[in-house]
């Protein structure tokens, strides 16, 4: 019997994450961890128990006890607050990735989900519509242990057939829950601030054209990559999701086109320089091609959906 346990739930992803894994599978088949004591608010008609990835025995103790065959690992630091804390970025990607992968060794889960992200790319390598097999330098803490946990998800599938999948995300962009700590969250942040005052201060120059998803199809993607037969899964490091790529003056733009006195301002700041240094559009051919990836949303379909959506008074409340 299928039982999922989804680690680092109370973030961005994993709050709609646990909501569609619920909807597909059953409430009692899902159970949703994250480090916080308390239940998130989001995850508050789900199960929950709190659990610290880095905590091994409480992992390996949980995962038995309630019989988890599938893991889905969220937690993680990413790229902006992993640069001001590079050694517990380092820590806490790494070591939580192998808890999880050492538990599917030992026979313990069936399959396992981790995120990895478009920052295992790097300056060098091509920008636009960057390929699946191609130059990786990532110049970020954020980016290198995700390439590094790319490379030991492959490893321990090839040597010990550890059935792990992975999706290299682009940014993110929701309502439910906010992000916290990407390069990309501007992409997210600019709603609230358009509808609550009708200007923005973007961290990012005019033309930082990045790829960015909307939630919806990012947990699809997720889930419909885990459901895929294993056969069909013919990458096992990560693969690529093109999404929706633009720069913030396009995304104002498209914005305006809902609140036409909407103003952009632009004082970039160090995270400029991470997401200078990640690729401006991907190619998904291998997605397509192997698991019948296929996107929904556009930007035009995103921004309308965001501003009708996203709730300012929270987000200035917190
Ligand atoms: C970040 O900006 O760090 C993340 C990512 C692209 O992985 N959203």
Same mark, same amino acid.
């Given at each position: 019997?299928?039982? @999922?346990?989804?680690?680092? &739930? ?39 128990? +709190? ?9 390996? !103790?949980? =995962? ?35 808890? =999880? ?18 920052? /295992? ?11 699946? *097999?191609? #130059?990786?330098?990532?110049?970020? =803490? ?19 057939? @550890?059935?792990?999948?992975? #999706? ?18 501007? &992409? @997210? %942040?600019?709603?609230? *601030? ?12 005019? %033309? ?10 990012? /947990?699809? !993607?997720? /889930? ?8 069909? #899964?013919? /990458? ?15 995304? +104002?733009?498209?914005?305006?086109? *809902? ?7 632009? !004082? ?5 320089? #991470? &997401? +200078? ?20 949303? %556009?930007?035009?379909?995103? @921004? ?6 996203? %709730? ?7």
């Amino acid at each position: 019997m299928k039982k @999922v346990l989804v680690i680092g &739930a109370g973030g961005q992803i994993g709050t709609e994450l646990v909501l569609l894994l619920e909807d597909k599978f059953g409430k009692e088949a899902v159970l949703a961890s994250d480090i916080k004591e308390e239940c998130p608010q989001a995850l508050a008609h789900s199960n929950y128990i +709190s659990l610290n990835v880095l905590d091994k025995e409480k992992l390996s !103790a949980i =995962v038995k006890e309630e019989g988890i065959t599938d893991v889905y690992l969220l937690a993680a630091l990413l790229s902006a607050t992993a640069e001001k804390n590079p050694k517990f970025a380092w820590e806490l990607n790494m070591e939580g990735l192998f808890n =999880v992968l050492d538990l599917a060794k030992d026979g313990h889960l069936k399959k396992i989900f981790w995120p990895s992200s478009i920052a /295992v790319f790097g300056p060098t390598t091509p920008k636009i519509n960057t390929p699946q *097999h191609t #130059i990786m330098e990532p110049s970020t =803490v954020y980016g290198i242990s995700k390439q590094a946990g790319e490379q030991w998800c492959a490893y321990y599938h090839e040597k010990y057939g @550890v059935d792990v999948r992975s #999706i290299r995300y682009p940014g993110l962009i929701s309502y439910t829950s906010l992000p916290g700590g990407g390069t990309t969250d501007y &992409a @997210v %942040d600019i709603f609230y *601030h358009a509808k609550q005052n009708g200007e923005y201060t973007s961290f990012l120059n005019a %033309d930082t054209a990045l790829p960015m998803m909307y939630m919806d199809d990012a /947990v699809r !993607a997720t /889930v419909e990559l885990m459901e895929a037969p294993a056969e069909k #899964i013919k /990458v096992r490091n990560s693969y690529n999701l093109g999404g929706i790529s633009f720069t913030p003056e396009e995304l +104002s733009n498209e914005i305006r086109k *809902h609140l036409p006195s909407f103003e952009i301002n632009y !004082a970039p700041d160090f995270r400029q320089e #991470i &997401a +200078s240094s990640w690729p401006q559009s991907i190619n998904d051919d291998n997605a397509v091609k192997d698991w019948g990836w296929k996107q929904e949303y %556009d930007l035009k379909k995103m @921004v309308a959906l965001m501003l009708d959506k996203v %709730d300012p008074k929270a987000y200035f409340k917190g």
